[in-house]
């Protein structure tokens, strides 16, 4: 079992900056990857950033949406059994509630919600105009 916990949410302007959490607990051993996916109202939810380590090494890949590339930064804080999203350049169109999500497959799809096994809460982000 893995539990996943986002935290940083919140208001800001746009061209601001804010810095997502996403606490892990649990079984954080198998987990293979962790993802960052957002939903607004009215739309589906889509794939933002993704972080995943290599076997055998503690080389890491990551994997961002073509709409966040550029803006958004994914990395993980294994002291603290942490993953994070660094998000500058916020633009309002960004404004969506964020999950963080865990897979513990060791292949498949990053950007696919169904490849993920385990998901947090959520945490809102708005961004003003």
């Known amino acids: 079992q893995v539990q996943l916990v986002e935290s940083g949410g919140g208001l800001v302007q746009a061209g601001g900056s804010l810095r997502l959490s996403c606490a892990a607990s649990?079984?954080?051993?198998?987990?293979?990857?962790t993802g960052w996916f957002r939903q607004a109202p009215g739309k589906e939810r889509e794939f933002v950033a993704a972080?995943?380590?290599?076997?055998?090494?503690?080389?890491?890949?990551?994997y961002y949406a073509n709409s966040v590339k550029g803006r958004f930064t994914i990395s993980r804080d294994n002291a603290k059994n942490t993953v994070y999203l660094q998000m500058n350049s916020l633009k309002p169109d960004d404004t969506a509630v964020y999950y963080c999500?865990?897979?513990?497959?060791?292949?498949?799809?990053?950007?696919?919600?169904?490849?993920?096994?385990?998901w947090g809460q959520g945490t809102q982000v708005t961004v003003s105009s």
């Open positions: 999500a865990a897979s513990t497959r060791p292949s498949g799809s990053v950007v696919v919600p169904g490849w993920y096994s385990y």
């Open positions: 649990g079984r954080t051993f198998s987990s293979y990857a």
């Open positions: 972080i995943n380590w290599s076997g055998g090494s503690t080389y890491y890949s990551t």
